[in-house]
C-alpha cells in the first residue's frame, strides 16, 4: 500500500544525546514535511522540502536538522539544542506544485527525552 | 507569518445534532483553507478543503465556508456520528507548502 511510514514509532533518548526520526514515502510525492505536535497548541512546520536535495526552515527549525538525499526519504534529527524535544512528531508529504495542496501524514513518532 | 485561531478547542454534542467549528486567520493573502481530522494514535487526514475564490463547499455531512472579508472559514458537521469523535484542526496558507495550524478542537459525539 502506498503511504508514509515513520519510524520509531515510540523513542526514549537521555538529555544531551541526538536522535534521528526516520520518514518513508512511496507515493512519489516531490515535497516533504515535519510537524511538531503539542498539546493545545496545533501543528508547528520544523522544516520542509519541496524537492530533493533542497529544504527550507519551518517556523520551529531551531535544534533540528534534516536531509533530503532521496524523494523517498526525509529523516529528522532532534540534536542536543533543541531545548523541550518530548513531543510527537508527524512527517508527512504532498505531490507539491502539481497536487492539490494535501498533505498525507505518517502515524507519528512520540519522543520522549528522559 | 500567518496566525490561526481556532474555537472552541472542545465540543461535545447529542448523536444527530451539528457541530460548528470556527477559525480566523491573520493574513489576507492566504488562499488556501484546509481542515484535518486526526483519530486516536493516527496521523491526521484531510476532510474537506476550499481555496479563497469559492465561498462554500460541501461533502455529504461536512461543509466548510469562508468570509474572506472578516478573514474566517468554518467547518459545519451535520446529522453527527460516534465516528466523528476525533481532533479536527484548521490550517490557513498561501500556496501550498507553509500551512499553519489551528489549536485543534476535541470533538466528542455523545450517543
Known amino acids: 500500500d502506498g503511504g508514509i511510514t515513520q519510524s520509531p514509532k515510540y523513542l526514549f533518548r537521555k538529555e544531551g544525546q541526538n536522535v534521528t526520526l526516520s520518514c518513508e514515502q512511496n507515493?512519489?510525492?516531490?515535497?516533504m514535511y515535519w510537524y511538531r505536535q503539542d498539546p493545545g497548541q496545533g501543528l508547528r512546520l520544523i522544516y520542509y522540502?519541496?524537492?530533493?536535495?533542497?529544504?527550507q526552515k519551518g517556523d520551529i527549525a531551531e535544534g533540528y536538522s534534516v536531509s533530503r538525499e532521496k524523494k523517498e526519504s526525509f529523516p529528522l534529527t532532534v540534536t542536543s539544542a533543541q531545548k523541550n524535544p518530548t513531543a510527537f512528531y508527524l512527517c508527512?508529504?504532498?505531490?507539491?506544485?502539481?497536487?492539490?495542496?494535501?498533505?498525507?501524514f505518517g502515524e507519528g513518532s512520540r519522543l520522549t527525552v528522559l | 507569518g500567518e496566525n490561526v485561531e481556532q474555537h472552541p478547542s472542545t465540543l461535545s454534542v447529542q448523536e444527530g445534532d451539528s457541530a460548528v467549528i470556527k477559525c480566523t486567520y491573520s493574513?489576507?493573502?492566504?488562499?488556501?483553507f484546509p481542515w484535518y481530522k486526526q483519530e486516536l494514535g493516527k496521523g491526521p487526514q484531510l476532510i474537506i478543503d476550499?481555496?479563497?475564490?469559492?465561498g462554500e463547499k460541501k461533502d455529504q455531512r461536512i461543509a466548510v465556508t469562508l468570509n474572506k472579508t472578516a478573514k474566517h472559514f468554518s467547518l459545519h458537521i451535520t446529522e453527527t456520528q460516534p465516528e466523528d469523535s476525533a481532533v479536527y484542526f484548521c490550517?490557513?496558507?498561501?500556496?501550498?507548502?507553509?500551512?499553519?495550524f489551528g489549536a485543534g478542537t476535541t470533538v466528542t459525539v455523545r450517543a
Open positions: 508527512a508529504s504532498s505531490m507539491g506544485r502539481q497536487g492539490s495542496g494535501e498533505l498525507f
Open positions: 507515493l512519489n510525492h516531490d515535497a
Open positions: 522540502s519541496q524537492i530533493v536535495n533542497d529544504f
Open positions: 493574513d489576507s493573502a492566504s488562499n488556501y
Open positions: 476550499i481555496r479563497s475564490n469559492v
Open positions: 490550517a490557513a496558507s498561501i500556496g501550498d507548502y507553509k500551512l499553519s
